[in-house]
Protein backbone atom coordinates (compact mmCIF):
# COMPACT_ATOMS: atom_id res chain seq x y z
CA UNK A 1 0.00 0.00 0.00
CA UNK A 2 1.50 3.36 -1.74
CA UNK A 3 0.11 5.13 1.33
CA UNK A 4 -3.29 5.13 3.99
CA UNK A 5 -5.47 8.30 4.54
CA UNK A 6 -9.13 8.70 5.99
CA UNK A 7 -8.93 12.27 7.37
CA UNK A 8 -11.44 14.07 5.43
CA UNK A 9 -14.99 13.50 3.72
CA UNK A 10 -14.00 12.71 0.19
CA UNK A 11 -11.81 9.83 1.31
CA UNK A 12 -11.88 6.99 -1.42
CA UNK A 13 -14.89 4.99 -1.26
CA UNK A 14 -15.31 6.61 2.00
CA UNK A 15 -12.53 4.11 3.47
CA UNK A 16 -9.21 5.16 3.09
CA UNK A 17 -7.14 6.69 0.07
CA UNK A 18 -4.85 3.72 -0.70
CA UNK A 19 -3.16 4.96 -4.10
CA UNK A 20 -3.09 8.62 -3.94
CA UNK A 21 -5.27 11.18 -2.11
CA UNK A 22 -8.64 12.34 -3.65
CA UNK A 23 -7.50 15.47 -2.75
CA UNK A 24 -4.40 15.49 -4.69
CA UNK A 25 -1.91 14.46 -2.27
CA UNK A 26 0.48 12.09 -3.56
CA UNK A 27 1.86 8.77 -1.73
CA UNK A 28 4.98 10.58 -0.66
CA UNK A 29 3.33 13.24 0.88
CA UNK A 30 1.16 11.86 3.18
CA UNK A 31 3.70 9.47 4.51
CA UNK A 32 5.94 12.59 5.70
CA UNK A 33 2.92 14.04 7.23
CA UNK A 34 2.67 10.25 9.05
CA UNK A 35 6.00 10.37 9.38
CA UNK A 36 5.60 14.63 11.27
CA UNK A 37 3.39 13.32 13.36
CA UNK A 38 4.92 10.56 14.86
CA UNK A 39 7.58 12.90 15.99
CA UNK A 40 5.20 15.47 17.22
CA UNK A 41 3.91 12.21 19.91
CA UNK A 42 7.46 12.44 20.63
CA UNK A 43 7.29 15.71 21.60
CA UNK A 44 3.78 15.41 22.96
CA UNK A 45 5.46 12.80 25.23
CA UNK A 46 8.20 15.37 26.31
CA UNK A 47 6.09 18.17 26.81
CA UNK A 48 3.61 16.18 29.21
CA UNK A 49 7.20 15.96 31.07
CA UNK A 50 8.05 19.77 30.65
CA UNK A 51 4.59 20.85 31.63
CA UNK A 52 4.85 18.78 35.15
CA UNK A 53 7.68 20.60 35.71
CA UNK A 54 6.49 24.17 34.87
CA UNK A 55 9.12 24.15 31.31
CA UNK A 56 5.74 24.36 28.89
CA UNK A 57 6.41 27.18 26.59
CA UNK A 58 4.42 28.45 23.79
CA UNK A 59 7.38 27.79 21.51
CA UNK A 60 6.76 24.34 21.59
CA UNK A 61 2.86 24.98 21.48
CA UNK A 62 3.29 26.90 18.90
CA UNK A 63 5.47 24.77 16.66
CA UNK A 64 3.04 21.21 16.88
CA UNK A 65 0.05 23.74 15.98
CA UNK A 66 2.05 25.07 12.94
CA UNK A 67 2.80 21.30 11.95
CA UNK A 68 -0.31 19.73 12.56
CA UNK A 69 -1.52 22.64 10.52
CA UNK A 70 0.48 21.61 7.70
CA UNK A 71 -1.88 18.43 7.80
CA UNK A 72 -4.52 19.04 7.43
CA UNK A 73 -6.38 17.85 4.62
CA UNK A 74 -5.71 20.27 1.73
CA UNK A 75 -3.12 22.73 3.60
CA UNK A 76 0.30 21.54 2.01
CA UNK A 77 1.61 19.92 -0.65
CA UNK A 78 5.63 19.93 -0.54
CA UNK A 79 7.44 17.41 0.09
CA UNK A 80 10.52 19.67 0.53
CA UNK A 81 9.01 21.60 3.09
CA UNK A 82 8.22 18.49 5.09
CA UNK A 83 11.40 17.03 5.30
CA UNK A 84 12.71 20.19 6.54
CA UNK A 85 9.61 20.52 9.27
CA UNK A 86 10.65 16.97 10.40
CA UNK A 87 14.09 17.81 10.87
CA UNK A 88 12.85 20.99 12.84
CA UNK A 89 10.56 18.42 15.23
CA UNK A 90 14.03 16.19 15.63
CA UNK A 91 15.69 19.21 16.57
CA UNK A 92 13.29 20.65 19.27
CA UNK A 93 12.15 17.54 20.54
CA UNK A 94 15.90 16.53 21.37
CA UNK A 95 16.76 20.37 22.95
CA UNK A 96 13.43 19.49 24.86
CA UNK A 97 15.23 16.19 26.09
CA UNK A 98 18.56 17.51 26.60
CA UNK A 99 16.72 20.44 29.02
CA UNK A 100 14.40 18.34 30.99
CA UNK A 101 17.59 15.83 31.38
CA UNK A 102 19.68 18.60 32.89
CA UNK A 103 16.67 19.24 35.06
CA UNK A 104 16.87 16.15 36.35
CA UNK A 105 14.14 14.66 34.84
CA UNK A 106 14.23 11.02 34.14
CA UNK A 107 13.98 10.73 30.28
CA UNK A 108 14.87 7.43 29.44
CA UNK A 109 11.17 5.09 29.85
CA UNK A 110 9.82 7.01 26.29
CA UNK A 111 8.49 5.61 22.85
CA UNK A 112 10.08 5.11 19.69
CA UNK A 113 8.97 8.80 19.06
CA UNK A 114 10.65 10.26 21.24
CA UNK A 115 14.14 8.16 20.18
CA UNK A 116 14.09 8.16 16.29
CA UNK A 117 16.67 10.43 14.14
CA UNK A 118 17.41 10.17 10.22
CA UNK A 119 20.48 9.20 9.30
CA UNK A 120 19.79 9.52 5.81
CA UNK A 121 17.07 10.57 3.13
CA UNK A 122 15.82 7.32 3.02
CA UNK A 123 15.39 6.76 6.94
CA UNK A 124 12.76 8.94 6.21
CA UNK A 125 10.27 7.10 4.49
CA UNK A 126 10.76 3.88 5.30
CA UNK A 127 9.95 4.84 8.57
CA UNK A 128 7.35 6.67 7.52
CA UNK A 129 5.37 3.25 6.33
CA UNK A 130 5.76 1.69 10.02
CA UNK A 131 4.34 4.66 11.71
CA UNK A 132 1.45 5.46 9.93
CA UNK A 133 -2.46 5.04 10.74
CA UNK A 134 -2.71 1.48 10.04
CA UNK A 135 0.21 0.96 12.74
CA UNK A 136 -2.23 0.79 15.22
CA UNK A 137 -3.94 -2.70 14.36
CA UNK A 138 -7.07 -2.40 16.88
CA UNK A 139 -9.92 -0.74 14.88
CA UNK A 140 -11.57 0.54 17.99
CA UNK A 141 -8.09 2.24 19.30
CA UNK A 142 -7.07 2.92 15.83
CA UNK A 143 -10.90 4.77 15.71
CA UNK A 144 -10.46 6.73 18.94
CA UNK A 145 -6.75 7.88 18.31
CA UNK A 146 -7.89 8.97 15.09
CA UNK A 147 -10.97 10.74 16.12
CA UNK A 148 -8.53 12.76 19.07
CA UNK A 149 -5.65 13.40 16.49
CA UNK A 150 -8.30 15.02 13.63
CA UNK A 151 -10.08 16.90 16.53
CA UNK A 152 -6.27 18.12 17.50
CA UNK A 153 -5.55 19.87 14.05
CA UNK A 154 -8.59 21.85 14.08
CA UNK A 155 -7.58 23.03 17.44
CA UNK A 156 -3.85 23.84 16.12
CA UNK A 157 -5.37 25.59 13.33
CA UNK A 158 -7.72 27.84 15.67
CA UNK A 159 -4.79 28.51 18.20
CA UNK A 160 -2.17 28.88 15.13
CA UNK A 161 -4.71 31.45 14.07
CA UNK A 162 -4.64 32.79 17.92
CA UNK A 163 -0.89 32.52 18.20
CA UNK A 164 0.21 35.29 15.44
CA UNK A 165 -1.63 37.72 16.75
CA UNK A 166 -0.46 37.45 20.41
CA UNK A 167 -3.28 35.45 21.93
CA UNK A 168 -2.40 31.96 23.78
CA UNK A 169 -3.78 29.88 26.41
CA UNK A 170 -1.39 27.55 28.54
CA UNK A 171 -4.06 24.75 29.12
CA UNK A 172 -4.45 24.74 25.18
CA UNK A 173 -0.26 23.87 24.64
CA UNK A 174 -0.97 21.29 28.21
CA UNK A 175 -3.65 19.41 26.30
CA UNK A 176 -1.54 19.70 23.37
CA UNK A 177 1.23 17.31 24.67
CA UNK A 178 -1.37 15.17 26.78
CA UNK A 179 -3.20 14.14 23.46
CA UNK A 180 -0.55 13.63 21.43
CA UNK A 181 1.73 11.73 23.98
CA UNK A 182 -1.77 9.38 24.89
CA UNK A 183 -1.46 7.98 21.34
CA UNK A 184 1.58 6.52 22.26
CA UNK A 185 0.29 4.43 25.18
CA UNK A 186 -1.88 1.98 26.16
CA UNK A 187 -5.17 3.09 27.34
CA UNK A 188 -8.79 1.88 28.23
CA UNK A 189 -11.51 2.68 25.70
CA UNK A 190 -13.26 4.65 28.50
CA UNK A 191 -9.86 6.96 28.91
CA UNK A 192 -9.77 7.45 25.21
CA UNK A 193 -13.24 8.52 25.17
CA UNK A 194 -12.85 10.69 28.06
CA UNK A 195 -9.44 12.08 25.70
CA UNK A 196 -11.87 12.56 22.80
CA UNK A 197 -14.13 14.99 24.86
CA UNK A 198 -11.45 16.83 26.68
CA UNK A 199 -10.72 17.46 23.14
CA UNK A 200 -14.18 18.78 22.69
CA UNK A 201 -13.88 21.11 25.74
CA UNK A 202 -10.27 22.23 24.72
CA UNK A 203 -11.92 23.28 21.08
CA UNK A 204 -14.29 25.56 23.01
CA UNK A 205 -11.56 27.06 24.51
CA UNK A 206 -9.71 27.83 21.35
CA UNK A 207 -12.24 29.13 19.44
CA UNK A 208 -12.91 31.46 22.27
CA UNK A 209 -9.62 31.97 22.37
CA UNK A 210 -9.39 32.95 18.77
CA UNK A 211 -12.68 34.76 18.67
CA UNK A 212 -11.67 37.32 21.23
CA UNK A 213 -8.17 37.79 19.41
CA UNK A 214 -9.84 38.71 16.05
CA UNK A 215 -12.30 40.75 17.79
CA UNK A 216 -10.32 42.50 19.97
CA UNK A 217 -7.99 43.22 16.81
CA UNK A 218 -10.38 43.93 14.12
CA UNK A 219 -13.12 44.90 16.14
CA UNK A 220 -16.54 43.26 16.02
CA UNK A 221 -18.04 41.59 13.22
CA UNK A 222 -21.17 43.95 12.17
CA UNK A 223 -24.28 43.10 9.46
CA UNK A 224 -22.59 43.67 6.34
CA UNK A 225 -23.56 43.76 2.47
CA UNK A 226 -21.10 42.40 0.55
CA UNK A 227 -20.52 43.14 -3.13
CA UNK A 228 -19.94 39.91 -5.62
CA UNK A 229 -19.48 41.89 -8.73
CA UNK A 230 -16.23 43.38 -9.84
CA UNK A 231 -14.70 46.49 -10.71
CA UNK A 232 -12.37 48.02 -13.09
CA UNK A 233 -9.38 47.75 -11.62
CA UNK A 234 -6.48 44.97 -11.38
CA UNK A 235 -7.02 42.78 -8.52
CA UNK A 236 -5.52 40.04 -5.96
CA UNK A 237 -7.65 37.53 -4.56
CA UNK A 238 -6.91 36.01 -1.38
CA UNK A 239 -8.44 32.69 0.33
CA UNK A 240 -7.51 30.87 3.01
CA UNK A 241 -8.66 31.74 6.60
CA UNK A 242 -5.67 34.08 7.97
CA UNK A 243 -6.81 37.28 9.11
CA UNK A 244 -3.38 39.11 9.47
CA UNK A 245 -1.99 38.25 5.99
CA UNK A 246 -5.03 40.28 4.91
CA UNK A 247 -4.60 43.15 6.92
CA UNK A 248 -0.81 42.94 6.11
CA UNK A 249 -1.78 43.23 2.36
CA UNK A 250 -4.36 45.39 2.83
CA UNK A 251 -2.34 48.09 4.23
CA UNK A 252 0.85 47.08 1.74
CA UNK A 253 -1.65 47.72 -1.28
CA UNK A 254 -3.46 50.57 -0.09
CA UNK A 255 -1.94 52.98 -2.96
CA UNK A 256 -1.01 50.73 -4.94
CA UNK A 257 -4.09 51.47 -7.63
CA UNK A 258 -5.48 47.60 -7.29
CA UNK A 259 -8.71 46.23 -5.54
CA UNK A 260 -8.33 43.70 -3.04
CA UNK A 261 -10.89 40.66 -3.05
CA UNK A 262 -11.81 38.09 -0.43
CA UNK A 263 -12.09 34.02 -1.43
CA UNK A 264 -14.43 31.19 0.30
CA UNK A 265 -13.67 31.33 4.23
CA UNK A 266 -12.18 34.85 3.69
CA UNK A 267 -15.64 36.62 2.60
CA UNK A 268 -15.98 37.04 6.56
CA UNK A 269 -13.37 39.55 6.41
CA UNK A 270 -15.87 41.66 4.94
CA UNK A 271 -17.79 41.86 8.16
CA UNK A 272 -15.23 43.59 10.47
CA UNK A 273 -15.04 47.06 11.26
CA UNK A 274 -10.92 47.61 11.11
CA UNK A 275 -10.77 46.64 7.77
CA UNK A 276 -13.95 47.84 6.34
CA UNK A 277 -11.79 51.27 6.77
CA UNK A 278 -9.50 50.88 3.48
CA UNK A 279 -11.45 51.75 0.15
CA UNK A 280 -9.83 49.53 -1.86
CA UNK A 281 -11.37 46.19 -0.28
CA UNK A 282 -13.85 45.90 -3.25
CA UNK A 283 -15.68 43.03 -1.94
CA UNK A 284 -16.11 38.63 -2.66
CA UNK A 285 -15.35 37.44 -5.19
CA UNK A 286 -16.28 33.42 -5.92
CA UNK A 287 -17.89 30.43 -4.19
CA UNK A 288 -16.22 27.44 -2.36
CA UNK A 289 -12.87 26.59 -2.07
CA UNK A 290 -13.59 23.26 -4.50
CA UNK A 291 -14.45 25.85 -7.62
CA UNK A 292 -11.12 27.71 -7.13
CA UNK A 293 -9.30 25.73 -10.38
CA UNK A 294 -11.88 27.82 -12.43
CA UNK A 295 -12.51 31.01 -10.28
CA UNK A 296 -8.94 31.63 -9.82
CA UNK A 297 -8.56 30.90 -13.78
CA UNK A 298 -11.31 33.80 -14.07
CA UNK A 299 -9.45 36.21 -12.47
CA UNK A 300 -7.05 36.66 -14.31
CA UNK A 301 -5.07 38.75 -11.18
CA UNK A 302 -2.57 36.97 -8.46
CA UNK A 303 -4.19 34.86 -5.89
CA UNK A 304 -2.45 34.50 -2.25
CA UNK A 305 -3.53 31.33 -0.37
CA UNK A 306 -3.36 32.37 3.27
CA UNK A 307 -4.34 28.71 4.49
CA UNK A 308 -6.09 25.62 3.34
CA UNK A 309 -7.99 24.71 1.31
CA UNK A 310 -5.80 24.81 -1.74
CA UNK A 311 -6.47 21.93 -4.56
CA UNK A 312 -4.11 21.03 -6.90
CA UNK A 313 -3.33 23.98 -8.97
CA UNK A 314 -3.72 24.18 -12.66
CA UNK A 315 -1.40 25.82 -15.51
CA UNK A 316 -4.23 28.43 -16.15
CA UNK A 317 -3.07 30.47 -12.92
CA UNK A 318 0.12 28.72 -11.66
CA UNK A 319 2.33 31.65 -12.73
CA UNK A 320 0.53 34.18 -10.35
CA UNK A 321 -0.96 31.83 -7.27
CA UNK A 322 1.19 32.23 -3.96
CA UNK A 323 1.12 30.18 -0.93
CA UNK A 324 2.46 31.50 2.51
CA UNK A 325 2.28 30.33 6.05
CA UNK A 326 1.47 26.41 6.55
CA UNK A 327 0.18 26.75 2.74
CA UNK A 328 2.55 25.48 0.08
CA UNK A 329 2.21 23.77 -3.31
CA UNK A 330 5.22 22.27 -5.22
CA UNK A 331 6.51 24.88 -8.20
CA UNK A 332 4.10 27.85 -6.64
CA UNK A 333 5.96 30.77 -5.26
CA UNK A 334 6.15 30.99 -1.69
CA UNK A 335 6.27 34.25 0.58
CA UNK A 336 8.01 33.98 3.54
CA UNK A 337 6.69 34.24 7.36
CA UNK A 338 6.79 37.31 9.08
CA UNK A 339 9.79 38.17 11.38
CA UNK A 340 8.78 38.63 15.49
CA UNK A 341 6.17 41.52 14.82
CA UNK A 342 6.81 42.49 11.69
CA UNK A 343 4.92 42.48 8.70
CA UNK A 344 4.78 39.83 5.46
CA UNK A 345 6.85 41.44 2.57
CA UNK A 346 3.94 40.97 -0.17
CA UNK A 347 5.48 43.17 -3.06
CA UNK A 348 6.55 40.22 -4.96
CA UNK A 349 2.27 39.90 -5.27
CA UNK A 350 1.57 43.71 -5.49
CA UNK A 351 4.02 43.62 -8.58
CA UNK A 352 2.28 41.21 -10.41
CA UNK A 353 -1.22 42.75 -9.90
CA UNK A 354 -0.41 45.83 -11.43
CA UNK A 355 0.35 44.17 -14.81
CA UNK A 356 -2.61 42.11 -14.73
CA UNK A 357 -5.91 42.22 -16.17
CA UNK A 358 -8.77 43.40 -13.91
CA UNK A 359 -11.20 40.36 -12.97
CA UNK A 360 -13.49 38.90 -15.15
CA UNK A 361 -17.20 39.35 -13.76
CA UNK A 362 -18.62 35.86 -13.02
CA UNK A 363 -22.11 36.78 -10.68
CA UNK A 364 -23.48 40.33 -9.65
CA UNK A 365 -25.22 41.66 -6.45
CA UNK A 366 -24.47 41.25 -3.12
CA UNK A 367 -24.85 38.89 0.01
CA UNK A 368 -25.64 39.42 3.58
CA UNK A 369 -23.60 38.74 6.17
CA UNK A 370 -21.60 39.45 9.87
CA UNK A 371 -24.21 37.68 12.43
CA UNK A 372 -21.63 36.92 14.86
CA UNK A 373 -22.76 36.90 18.55
CA UNK A 374 -22.09 40.20 19.28
CA UNK A 375 -24.15 41.47 16.35
CA UNK A 376 -27.28 38.50 17.11
CA UNK A 377 -27.59 39.24 20.61
CA UNK A 378 -27.66 43.11 20.10
CA UNK A 379 -31.04 42.10 18.10
CA UNK A 380 -31.98 39.70 21.48
CA UNK A 381 -34.67 41.32 21.72
CA UNK A 382 -36.40 41.81 18.07
CA UNK A 383 -35.44 37.83 18.26
CA UNK A 384 -36.87 36.32 21.34
CA UNK A 385 -40.08 38.59 20.39
CA UNK A 386 -40.24 36.59 17.05
CA UNK A 387 -39.50 33.02 18.55
CA UNK A 388 -42.08 34.16 21.17
CA UNK A 389 -44.70 35.14 18.71
CA UNK A 390 -44.34 32.33 16.62
CA UNK A 391 -43.06 34.14 13.97
CA UNK A 392 -39.95 32.11 14.40
CA UNK A 393 -40.76 28.28 14.48
CA UNK A 394 -36.86 27.13 14.35
CA UNK A 395 -33.37 27.77 14.20
CA UNK A 396 -31.58 25.32 11.83
CA UNK A 397 -27.57 25.28 12.34
CA UNK A 398 -26.22 24.18 9.01
CA UNK A 399 -23.05 25.05 10.19
CA UNK A 400 -19.11 23.46 8.37
CA UNK A 401 -17.69 22.61 5.15
CA UNK A 402 -18.48 22.48 1.47
CA UNK A 403 -17.08 19.88 -0.74
CA UNK A 404 -17.26 18.31 -4.34
CA UNK A 405 -19.62 15.50 -3.94
CA UNK A 406 -23.41 15.89 -5.54
CA UNK A 407 -24.57 14.73 -2.55
CA UNK A 408 -23.75 18.36 -0.92
CA UNK A 409 -26.90 19.24 -3.03
CA UNK A 410 -28.89 18.12 0.19
CA UNK A 411 -27.64 21.06 1.77
CA UNK A 412 -29.18 23.83 -0.57
CA UNK A 413 -32.12 21.29 -0.59
CA UNK A 414 -32.63 21.42 2.62
CA UNK A 415 -32.61 25.51 2.54
CA UNK A 416 -35.28 25.46 -0.27
CA UNK A 417 -37.25 22.94 1.81
CA UNK A 418 -37.57 24.58 5.23
CA UNK A 419 -40.46 26.23 6.09
CA UNK A 420 -40.81 30.08 6.08
CA UNK A 421 -40.56 30.26 9.69
CA UNK A 422 -37.55 29.18 9.98
CA UNK A 423 -33.88 30.40 10.51
CA UNK A 424 -30.86 29.31 8.95
CA UNK A 425 -27.31 29.90 11.75
CA UNK A 426 -24.46 29.16 9.41
CA UNK A 427 -20.48 29.61 9.93
CA UNK A 428 -17.43 28.18 7.31
CA UNK A 429 -17.93 27.49 3.93
CA UNK A 430 -21.07 25.50 3.78
CA UNK A 431 -22.64 28.46 3.82
CA UNK A 432 -22.21 28.63 0.18
CA UNK A 433 -24.52 26.17 -0.67
CA UNK A 434 -27.45 28.23 0.04
CA UNK A 435 -26.13 32.32 1.14
CA UNK A 436 -27.25 33.10 -2.17
CA UNK A 437 -30.33 31.79 -2.39
CA UNK A 438 -33.40 34.86 -1.83
CA UNK A 439 -35.24 33.27 1.17
CA UNK A 440 -36.38 36.15 2.28
CA UNK A 441 -36.50 37.40 6.20
CA UNK A 442 -38.54 36.81 9.02
CA UNK A 443 -39.87 40.90 10.28
CA UNK A 444 -36.45 41.74 9.18
CA UNK A 445 -34.65 39.02 10.68
CA UNK A 446 -32.44 36.97 7.46
CA UNK A 447 -33.03 33.54 7.16
CA UNK A 448 -29.49 32.94 6.85
CA UNK A 449 -27.33 34.48 9.73
CA UNK A 450 -24.02 34.06 8.38
CA UNK A 451 -21.81 33.93 11.53
CA UNK A 452 -18.42 33.72 9.75
CA UNK A 453 -15.67 31.23 9.54
CA UNK A 454 -15.81 28.10 10.78
CA UNK A 455 -14.46 28.84 13.58
CA UNK A 456 -17.03 31.15 14.18
CA UNK A 457 -19.28 27.87 15.23
CA UNK A 458 -18.24 29.24 18.54
CA UNK A 459 -20.50 32.66 17.89
CA UNK A 460 -23.36 30.12 17.29
CA UNK A 461 -22.48 28.06 20.38
CA UNK A 462 -22.63 31.34 22.78
CA UNK A 463 -26.18 32.91 21.07
CA UNK A 464 -27.70 29.31 21.52
CA UNK A 465 -26.66 29.54 24.91
CA UNK A 466 -27.56 32.95 25.61
CA UNK A 467 -31.21 31.38 24.47
CA UNK A 468 -30.82 28.94 26.71
CA UNK A 469 -30.68 31.45 29.76
CA UNK A 470 -33.39 33.73 28.48
CA UNK A 471 -35.78 30.96 28.06
CA UNK A 472 -34.78 29.89 31.37
CA UNK A 473 -34.58 26.28 29.71
CA UNK A 474 -32.39 23.52 31.64
CA UNK A 475 -30.48 21.88 28.48
CA UNK A 476 -29.44 23.40 25.10
CA UNK A 477 -31.40 20.67 23.25
CA UNK A 478 -34.74 21.85 24.58
CA UNK A 479 -34.48 25.15 22.63
CA UNK A 480 -36.45 25.37 18.83
CA UNK A 481 -33.10 24.27 17.52
CA UNK A 482 -31.96 21.60 15.29
CA UNK A 483 -27.97 20.59 13.82
CA UNK A 484 -27.60 19.47 10.19
CA UNK A 485 -23.96 19.57 9.61
CA UNK A 486 -21.85 19.34 6.69
CA UNK A 487 -18.19 18.53 7.32
CA UNK A 488 -15.07 17.95 4.97
CA UNK A 489 -11.97 18.51 7.16
CA UNK A 490 -10.42 18.12 10.70
CA UNK A 491 -11.16 21.86 11.46
CA UNK A 492 -15.02 20.28 11.19
CA UNK A 493 -14.07 17.56 13.59
CA UNK A 494 -12.46 19.79 15.95
CA UNK A 495 -16.28 21.85 15.66
CA UNK A 496 -18.13 18.91 16.08
CA UNK A 497 -16.38 17.68 19.41
CA UNK A 498 -17.09 20.97 21.02
CA UNK A 499 -20.82 20.88 19.98
CA UNK A 500 -20.77 16.99 21.59
CA UNK A 501 -19.35 18.67 25.17
CA UNK A 502 -21.55 21.30 24.84
CA UNK A 503 -24.40 18.68 25.26
CA UNK A 504 -26.01 19.10 21.96
CA UNK A 505 -27.75 15.83 21.11
CA UNK A 506 -29.65 14.72 17.73
CA UNK A 507 -26.93 16.38 15.19
CA UNK A 508 -27.29 15.30 11.49
CA UNK A 509 -23.65 15.23 9.84
CA UNK A 510 -23.06 14.46 6.06
CA UNK A 511 -22.93 13.95 3.45
CA UNK A 512 -21.13 10.72 4.99
CA UNK A 513 -20.35 9.47 8.18
CA UNK A 514 -16.42 9.90 8.94
CA UNK A 515 -14.75 6.86 7.42
CA UNK A 516 -12.54 7.29 10.26
CA UNK A 517 -15.35 5.91 13.12
CA UNK A 518 -15.14 2.44 13.54
CA UNK A 519 -18.74 0.74 13.88
CA UNK A 520 -18.29 0.31 17.43
CA UNK A 521 -17.29 4.21 18.21
CA UNK A 522 -19.84 5.13 15.86
CA UNK A 523 -22.73 3.12 17.43
CA UNK A 524 -21.34 4.81 21.09
CA UNK A 525 -21.64 8.22 19.76
CA UNK A 526 -25.25 7.34 18.13
CA UNK A 527 -26.65 5.86 21.70
CA UNK A 528 -24.74 8.47 23.61
CA UNK A 529 -25.41 11.75 21.41
CA UNK A 530 -27.84 10.47 18.60
CA UNK A 531 -25.57 11.53 16.18
CA UNK A 532 -27.33 10.66 12.68
CA UNK A 533 -26.06 10.66 9.08
CA UNK A 534 -28.39 13.25 6.58
CA UNK A 535 -30.89 11.36 4.72
CA UNK A 536 -33.81 12.16 2.42
CA UNK A 537 -34.18 15.79 2.39
CA UNK A 538 -37.95 16.09 3.06
CA UNK A 539 -38.19 13.83 5.64
CA UNK A 540 -34.95 15.19 7.49
CA UNK A 541 -36.93 18.41 7.38
CA UNK A 542 -39.94 17.14 8.94
CA UNK A 543 -37.93 15.24 11.43
CA UNK A 544 -36.40 18.49 12.49
CA UNK A 545 -39.02 20.56 12.62
CA UNK A 546 -40.89 18.31 14.93
CA UNK A 547 -37.70 18.31 16.91
CA UNK A 548 -36.59 15.30 16.17
Not at 440 to 460: E, F, T, W
Request: charged share 20%; aromatic share 8%.
Amino acid sequence: MGMFCYQCQETAACKGCSIRGVCGKQPETANLQDLLLFVLKGIGELGELAAAKGMMTNQIGDFICNSLFMTITNANFDDNRFYAQIDAAVKLRDDLKAKLAAAGVNVASLSEAATWKPAAKADYLAKAEKVGVLATENEDVRSLRELLIYGLKGIAAYAEHAAVLNHHDESINKFLVKALASTTKSLSVDAMIALVMECGQTAVTTMALLDKANTSTYGNPEITKVKIGVGKRPGILVSGHDLRDFHDLLEQTKDAGIDIYTHSEMLPANYYPTFKKYSHFHGNYGNAWWKQDTEFASFNGPILMTTNCIVPVKDSYKDRIYTTGNAGYPGVKHIADRVGEGKKDFSAIIAQAKTCQPPTEIETGEIVGGFAHNQVLALADKVIAAVKSGAIKRFVVMAGCDGRQKGREYFTDVAKNLPEGTVILTAGCAKYRYNKLQLGDIGGIPRVLDAGQCNDSYSLAVIALKLKEVFGLKDINELPLSFDIGWYEQKAVAVLLALLFLGVKKIRLGPTLPAFLSPTVAKVLVEKFNIMPTGDVKADVAAMMQGN
